[in-house]
């Protein structure tokens, strides 16, 4: 997910800069002079609280977002990574905040992950919201929005 997020900011990043040098007059040495009302609206954006922006830029910063999200509300392959197992207590090993999980019969569960090592060998197990073991392989799962 990093590597997807990362390539959105560097095309977004990439499409400014490419706006901002066409409204710029390029200079003999290279440099770019920006126009007097690129100056103003610039700085006046960059002085204003989102919430203080008209709505058409909110609508612009919204389009944005957009190509975050998308990459944010994909489901993550088990093959690929797992959910972060990081609080401890009284049980065995680490386990995850509640995720949303798809079987490999396409069975959906509100489910925690649990990670880590018993009697020497490693453990990775799924439990419903009940606290049952699910016997069906986890293909899939997705992180429930805060």
């Known amino acids: 997910m990093l590597e997807k997020l990362s390539k959105i900011a560097h095309e977004s990043w990439a499409g400014w800069t490419k706006y901002f040098f ?4 390029k200079n003999a040495d290279g440099t770019i002079t920006i126009p007097k009302w690129g100056v103003e609206r610039w ?7 989102y919430k203080d922006l008209s709505e058409k830029e909110k ?4 389009t944005e977002a957009h190509k975050y999200i998308s990459v944010i509300k994909q489901w993550n392959l088990v093959s690929e990574i797992m ?21 490999n019969v396409g069975k959906k569960y509100l ?11 490693h453990f990775k197990d799924w439990y419903d919201e009940r606290d049952n073991y699910i016997n069906n392989e986890i293909i899939k799962w997705y992180p429930i929005p805060e």
């Open 22 to 25: 066409e409204k710029g007059v």
């Open 43 to 49: 700085e006046r954006q960059i002085k204003t609280d």
């Open 59 to 62: 609508e612009s910063d919204r």
């Open 83 to 103: 959910p972060l197992a990081f609080d401890t207590g009284e049980w065995d090993g680490k386990k995850s905040d509640k995720v949303i999980v798809e079987d």
């Open 111 to 121: 489910a925690t992950y649990y990670e880590g090592f018993m009697d020497g060998s």
